[in-house]
Nanobody
Framework: QVQLVESGGGLVQVGGSLRLSCAAS????????MGWFRQAPGKEREFVSA????????NYAKSVKGRFTIFKDADENTVYLQMNGLEPEDTAVYYC????????????????WGLGTQVTVSS
């Protein structure tokens, strides 16, 4: 089992920045890919970004590419999502997820999930 805890969400103005963190615990000796998803009210959960188990490959949704950066600290078993140039459309609950080895872009392919952290961008 892997436990995931997100942090770093909050309220920010348009154009501002936030850094989300996802701390993993439990069976972290196994190699896991990590992903970030988000869900706005009344909408389905959507893929944001992901990174594979060794940090050698990343992927981004078109809507965030160039504004968001995913990276990991292997020593701390933590994955970060640096979010710059935030827009009102980025308002959502952001979830961290994990799956073995390589990343995926669909929520159903992830085995473990955190409880989420709220990001609100005000205009």
């Amino acid at each position: 089992q892997v436990q995931l805890v997100e942090s770093g969400g909050g309220l920010v103005q348009v154009g501002g920045s936030l850094r989300l963190s996802c701390a993993a615990s439990g069976r972290t000796s196994s190699p896991f890919a990590m992903g970030w998803f988000r869900q706005a009210p009344g909408k389905e959960r959507e893929f944001v970004s992901a990174i594979n188990w060794n940090g050698g490959a990343t992927n981004y949704a078109k809507s965030v590419k160039g504004r968001f950066t995913i990276f990991k600290d292997a020593d701390e078993n933590t994955v970060y999502l640096q979010m710059n140039g935030l827009e009102p459309e980025d308002t959502a609950v952001y979830y961290c997820a994990a799956r073995p080895y390589s990343f995926a872009t669909t929520a159903g392919e992830y085995n473990y999930w955190g409880l989420g952290t709220q990001v609100t961008v005000s205009s």
